[in-house]
Nanobody
Framework: QVQLVESGGGLVQAGGSLRLSCAAS?????????MAWIRQAPGKEHEFVAA????????SYADSVKGRFTISRDNAKNTMFLQMNSLLPEATAIYYC????????????WGQGTQVTVSS
């Protein structure tokens, strides 16, 4: 079982930056999990933001955040990050981290989310 806790959200002006963190705990090896960030804006469906493989060597991004967001992880600290730069008001959402065990399909573990609000 993996417990995920996001932090780092807040209120920022358009053009600003935030760095989200996702701390994993439990009787698991963090490096055995592929990780992702998902967000949900008010009244909208969940939207993929970025993902990172268990090694940290492979990443992917939604087109809407490419070049502005950077996903990373520190397996020694059981933590994943999302550096968000040049934020736009449409980035306002609850951001969730998700974990998927290597060799499985579907992200089985979710955090509780952290609110990001970008003012125009």
């Amino acid at each position: 079982q993996v417990q995920l806790v996001e932090s780092g959200g807040g209120l920022v002006q358009a053009g600003g930056s935030l760095r989200l963190s996702c701390a994993a705990s439990g009787r698991v090896s963090f490096s055995n999990y592929n990780m992702a960030w998902i967000r949900q804006a008010p009244g909208k469906e969940h939207e993929f933001v970025a993902a990172i493989a268990w090694t940290g060597g492979t990443t992917s991004y939604a087109d809407s955040v490419k070049g502005r967001f950077t996903i990373s992880r520190d397996n020694a600290k059981n933590t994943m990050f999302l550096q968000m730069n040049s934020l736009l008001p449409e980035a306002t959402a609850i951001y969730y981290c998700r974990a998927r065990a290597v060799g499985t399909t579907g992200y089985a573990y979710w955090g509780q989310g952290t609110q990001v609000t970008v003012s125009s």
